[in-house]
């Protein structure tokens, strides 16, 4: 069984930066795999912040976080990465990995497409 662990949340200061990692486990990345980055806000919808296909094609889709964040995958690894900058308040949520298998530069457009997920990894940007 495919398993996904999130790591590197925690408390930034508004305006700092933070990378996210995204553990793949039980599946290569080498394969058809397509990652994506999600996240939820107390009270929120959860919302697709990015999604990388696995051919690297990436599809950002969170206007909020435009220019702003960046996923990355490193296949030797296993992981995949969320880099995220200038980090505003409205950036604190739960922020979950979810994967799905996908063929080349197809990214699922929706939540429901995705079977496998993290237990997510909080982030907190306050002062």
């Known amino acids: 069984q495919l398993q996904l662990v999130e790591s590197g949340g925690g408390l930034v200061p508004p305006g700092g930066s933070l990378t996210l990692s995204c553990a793949v486990s039980?599946?290569?990345?080498?394969?058809?795999?397509?990652i994506a980055w999600f996240r939820q806000a107390p009270g929120k919808a959860r919302e697709r912040v990015t999604c990388?296909?696995?051919?690297?094609?990436?599809?950002n889709d969170a206007a909020s976080v435009k220019g702003r964040v960046a996923i990355s995958r490193d296949n030797v690894k296993n992981t995949v990465y969320l880099r995220m900058s200038s980090l505003k308040p409205e950036d604190t949520a739960v922020y979950y990995c979810?994967?799905?298998?996908?063929?080349?530069?197809?990214?699922?457009?929706?939540?429901?497409?995705?079977?496998?997920w993290g237990k997510g990894t909080q982030v907190t940007v306050s002062s």
């Open positions: 039980n599946f290569s990345l080498d394969k058809d795999l397509a």
């Open positions: 990388i296909s696995s051919t690297g094609g990436v599809t």
């Open positions: 979810a994967a799905e298998e996908s063929p080349s530069t197809f990214c699922p457009p929706f939540s429901s497409w995705f079977r496998y």
